[in-house]
Antibody, heavy 123, light 107 residues
Framework: EVQLVESGGGLVQPGRSLRLSCAAS????????MHWVRQAPGKGLEWVSG????????GYADSVKGRFTISRDNAKNSLYLQMNSLRAEDTALYYC????????????????WGQGTLVTVSS | VIWMTQSPSLLSASTGDRVTISCRMS??????LAWYQQKPGKAPELLIY???TLQSGVPSRFSGSGSGTDFTLTISCLQSEDFATYYC?????????FGQGTKVEIK
């Protein structure tokens, strides 16, 4: 059974940093690209960042480029999101999501999602 | 950036109804479109990918159609468990984008 478990969310002041983690199990982690998708309270879905199976390809939404860094550790079956210079508009539930397509990064769509970790940016 | 217009934003329907949700793109995306269902307090679930391919385990009352710029999600006979919010998502080009969502509520 595929499981994605996010952690690391919380309340943080504007301008500070936070690191999210996603622990994956139930599939061969290093065969798939992985992504972060967020959802502000009461709003829709927004893709944040994605990383290919070998970390060779990485992408970011314009809204987080230069502030967020995605990474993965295939030996630990883990995905990370380092979030710096946080803003109020980054407040959201952050989901870790597995790409459906084996070995593909260029056409991201998501067949498994975690339950999310809530990030609240407020003074 | 590809702009997406999903409609309607709210759909009131009854159990047993046939419902359709539309998703229109600002440019052609071939068949690089997915549909998700999200229930309150839960993560989204993939229903359809490649515009019309049903994800494993998804009931056959769900179907998708379209290519290029115009796409449709159809629920042939609405069940009580189908009342939820639905999102389309294009994955033709980066950044992958989601529609604004369609909430299907009980009439």
């Amino acid at each position: 059974e595929v499981q994605l478990v996010e952690s690391g969310g919380g309340l943080v002041q504007p301008g500070r940093s936070l690191r999210l983690s996603c622990a994956a199990s139930g599939f061969t982690f290093d065969d798939y690209a992985m992504h972060w998708v967020r959802q502000a309270p009461g709003k829709g879905l927004e893709w944040v960042s994605g990383i290919s199976w070998n970390s060779g390809s990485i992408g970011y939404a314009d809204s987080v480029k230069g502030r967020f860094t995605i990474s993965r550790d295939n030996a630990k079956n883990s995905l990370y999101l380092q979030m710096n210079s946080l803003r109020a508009e980054d407040t959201a539930l952050y989901y870790c999501a597995k790409d459906r397509a084996y070995g593909d990064y260029e056409a991201p769509h998501f067949d498994y999602w975690g339950q999310g970790t809530l990030v609240t940016v407020s003074s | 950036v590809i702009w997406m217009t999903q409609s309607p934003s709210l759909l009131s329907a009854s159990t047993g109804d046939r419902v359709t949700i539309s998703c229109r793109m600002s440019q052609g995306i071939s068949s690089y479109l997915a549909w998700y269902q999200q229930k309150p307090g839960k993560a989204p679930e993939l229903l359809i990918y490649a515009a019309s391919t049903l994800q494993s385990g998804v009931p056959s009352r769900f179907s998708g159609s379209g290519s290029g710029t115009d796409f449709t999600l159809t629920i042939s006979c609405l069940q009580s468990e189908d009342f939820a919010t639905y999102y389309c998502q294009q994955y033709y080009s980066f950044p992958p984008g989601f529609g604004q969502g369609t909430k299907v509520e009980i009439k």
